[in-house]
């Protein structure tokens, strides 16, 4: 039995065994292809969706960055051998659970 070897044989044995009306194993066998192969890539193509149809046509939108308030000032604090930095805008709460988790460490 041979396996099945690209996306394209995939889908015309599919389409095929569905046409025959057969189970896949009973119609791969009857074909000499591997069931299991035939089988997996069923489940592959169902999974990414690749059998059906897109059905609107894509759309480009653009993204466009939006400005971050920059940090004037930048301080290291050093726990051990840890180092973290933190500008201006940092939040204490962040910097207590950054410093619990280093403790811990």
């Known amino acids: 039995m041979r396996k099945i070897v690209d ?4 889908r015309a044995s599919l389409r095929a ?3 025959a009306g057969l ?8 074909h000499g292809i591997d069931g299991r192969s035939l089988n997996a890539w069923r489940i592959n ?6 059998e059906q149809r897109p059905t ?8 466009v960055p939006t400005p971050t308030t920059a940090s004037t ?3 290291a604090v050093r726990i051990g051998d840890a180092v973290v930095e933190l500008g201006d805008d ?3 709460e962040a910097l ?3 410093v619990r988790a280093l403790r811990a460490c």
Request: proline share 5%.
């Open 7 to 10: 996306v394209r044989e995939a």
């Open 90 to 92: 940092f939040r204490e």
């Open 56 to 63: 609107a046509t894509p759309r480009l939108v653009e993204l």
């Open 45 to 50: 193509l169902n999974r990414t969706g690749s």
């Open 73 to 75: 000032s930048l301080y």
């Open 23 to 30: 189970p896949l194993k009973a119609w791969a066998r009857a």
């Open 96 to 98: 207590v659970r950054i």
């Open 17 to 19: 065994a569905k046409r």
